[in-house]
Structure formats: C-alpha cells, structure tokens
C-alpha cells in the first residue's frame, strides 16, 4: 500500500521535452516509475528514447489519457505557461497533478488549484519535489536511491529535509513521501496527507517536516490532536531563523512569537507529536518511537 501514488500508477509527463523534462523522466523510469508519455502540442507524434524505453510524445494531455490511460501528470513547463498545464489535465480528467515548477505567480496557482479542485483533480504543490513511493513508482525529482520500501509516511514542506530524513532513515524505509512545496498557496496540505497515511495499513508512524511562517503546522497539530491514532514526529525548519527575515522558498516572514519554530513546535507537542530539533535528532525519535511501538505489541 501507498499513498496517491503506486507501481499501477501510470504517469505523463508535460514538458518532457525539455532539459528538465528529459532528466527528470529518465530517473522517473530508472525508479521504476511507468511513464507512458509525454505531453508538447508542437511535437506530438514523436516519440523520445531514454535506455531502453521509447516514450510517446502527444499534443494534449487529454489525448494522452485516450491513448495510455494515465491518471497522475508531473509538470515541469515554465512558470509563465504552468496555470494553462494544469487547466488542461484537470480538464481533461487527469487525477493526481504534481507540480514541480518553481517561481509560478500567486494568482495563477490559486486560479489553478480552485480549477483542479472543482474537476475533483488532486494537486501537489507547486514548487514542490514531488512525491515517491519506494521500489513502486516516482513522480517528480526525489531521488529514489537513498531510501528503500518501509512502514513510514513522510510529509514535508522543503525538499532538502525530505531527501535527509530519507536517507537518515534509510534503513526503516518509507511508504510514500510527499514533498507538498513551501509556496504560500499549495494544493495538497499537511493536514491531507496526514489523513492519508492514517488510512493506509502499511504506514506504521508519520514523519512531519515543517517550516516558519504561516499556520498550517498549528492546523496540522489540530488535526493529529482530533483525528490521528498513529504516532507523528515532527520537525520544524528555522529554529535559528532571525526575527522579522523572510526566510527560504516558504517567504515566511516571522512577527513575535506568530510563526516561529518555537511556536509551531509547542503546538506540535501539545497534540503529542515529539518534535526534534535538528533532523538527526528527529530520526532518532522515529527509531525510539517504532522501538516503543514494538515493545507495547510483543508485551
């Protein structure tokens, strides 16, 4: 099991043609991912060689879908052309839309997602790293060899964390990690995916990775406080951030005590969730919590 993504998942890829398209979609099939084409109106009918795969090029992403039966798109178009990508898969019918485009203007994410969400297609991000289900399938850029199968459900803001804690964890494995992106208006939430992996049996304890500014951590402790039985441990990124500083990709600007790790981290701890203060320090408290877990079910 897995969350949103899985080895039946079948995956196109708009802007495949380009640099980042062409890199990004051989680590896609390198990881196992079954990408079944790509999507550039100007080169439809082409096909793309990557080792030992030939993949399909179509001028639409609804002819795609006709063709292949795709249900998840990963976007890697320019800023300016991205809210007409995503348009065009939540018309066409296209289920999970995974974002990885950086730099995208405000209005045209939330014009975006209110589209997505009205045609019941799901978004993550934008300006995110995607998301991956181990030894199953890859949607975006996470590198897929520095963490194997396993019993953890990752969730985070930041890309890097997500890689670290990947690899810091590496020999406990993951079930799906999902990078949600840090831009001010995303798609999929904390809160979503924690509901997620709480209804997924193969996910025994959710890692969640936060950031200053906003309150979408102190809503996701809400959440854990209400609604979650499985264990969470948590990290919240900018401890050492400085006052009234715009910090990273989240533009979280920290006023008082509103925003800060600090704050986020009390929050996350009064709902129960143990929260570390480094990234190391926070794999150490997911091997602690799984020993505790085991040791309560074996006494």
Excluded at 16 to 33: D, F, P, Q, S, Y
Excluded at 66 to 94: N, Q, R, S, W, Y
Aim: aromatic share 4%; proline share 5%; hydrophobic share 40%.
């Amino acid at each position: 099991m897995a969350i949103y993504l899985t080895k039946e998942s079948k995956v196109l890829v708009q802007g495949m043609t380009g640099g980042e398209g062409m890199k990004h979609t051989r680590r896609m099939l390198a990881a196992g991912t079954d990408v079944v084409g790509g999507v550039n109106p100007r080169k439809a009918g082409r096909t793309v060689d990557f080792d030992d795969r030939s993949v399909p090029v179509f001028g639409s992403v609804a002819d795609g879908i006709h063709a292949t039966g795709a249900d998840v798109t990963v976007v890697f178009v320019p800023p300016a052309f991205a809210k007409a990508a995503v348009v065009e898969a939540a018309d066409a019918g296209i289920g999970l839309a995974v974002v990885i485009t950086e730099g995208i203007p405000v209005h045209d994410s939330v014009a975006f997602h209110a589209h997505a969400k009205a045609k019941g297609t799901r978004v993550i991000g934008p300006n995110c790293p995607g998301l991956i289900t181990p030894g199953q399938s890859n949607a975006g850029i996470i590198p897929s060899d520095i963490t194997k199968p396993g019993r953890i459900g990752l969730v985070s803001k930041s890309g890097t964390l997500t890689y670290q804690l990947m690899y810091e964890l590496r020999d406990i494995g993951f079930s799906t990690c999902v990078g949600i992106g840090g831009d001010p208006v995303v798609g999929t939430s904390h809160i979503d995916c924690l509901a997620a992996f709480q209804d997924d049996p193969d996910t025994e304890l959710i890692v969640l990775i936060g950031e200053i500014g906003g309150d979408a951590e102190e809503r996701a402790a809400a959440y854990v406080r209400e609604h979650l039985t499985k264990p969470v441990v948590g990290y919240i990124a900018g401890f050492t951030a400085p006052e009234g500083r715009t910090m990273g990709h989240a533009g979280a600007i920290v006023s008082g005590s509103l925003g800060t790790a600090q704050a986020k981290k009390e929050a996350l701890e009064a709902a129960g969730v143990s929260v570390g203060n480094t990234p190391t320090e926070t794999a150490k408290l997911v091997l602690a919590c799984l020993e505790r877990g085991r040791a309560a079910a074996h006494s």
